[in-house]
């Protein structure tokens, strides 16, 4: 798995959440907010169920239009389609791309109130205005912006995961100033220093 300093942050919500919220992975397109949900989804629940919005189809896109009212229905269809058995407290759903259909991002808010599963969304460009016209933004969505990797988790893609450290220390007790005295402390013992 590729290691992602947001998936600690996750963890930390799923914990902290118990449920409450809804967490919503906002940022660019191909940073990889599919990739770390689908990651942390498979490591931290019993199961799970991706709904891409990008895709979706219109069987799926109708249990939102026509059954969101009976939620006993709608997590019945939704995991015969996806032929996932959901677990209550154990399972996720993710709702990835979803600015492709805020009908779902709207229905949070209830499905949260619900409380048998957690929700994960992701986002691409989710505050431009076009993305959430129309619709109540739930007040039950915790928000992580991604970016994609940085310097540290590019090392880590490469399997290094010493360099980094090394470039903290030199920071945090700069190499510079150490050599620096190294040098200040030879030229004071040079043989000209004693004529």
Known sequence: MLKRKIYDELVAWKSSS????????????RVGKSYI????????YKSYILIDFGRAPTDVLDLFA???????LFFAKLAAFYATPLHRRESLIIFDEVQ???RARQLIKYLVADGRFDYLETGSLIRLKKNVQDIIIP???DHIEMFPLDFEEFLWAMGDEATYPLIRHCFEAPFWRQAGAVVTATRSTSPEDHE
């Open 18 to 29: 118990n449920g409450t919220t809804a967490m919503m992975i906002d940022g660019a397109r």
């Open 100 to 102: 492709q259909y805020p």
């Open 66 to 72: 026509n059954d969101s009212s009976d939620l006993d």
């Open 37 to 44: 949900a689908e990651a942390f989804a498979k490591a931290e």
């Open 139 to 141: 007040s039950e969505e």
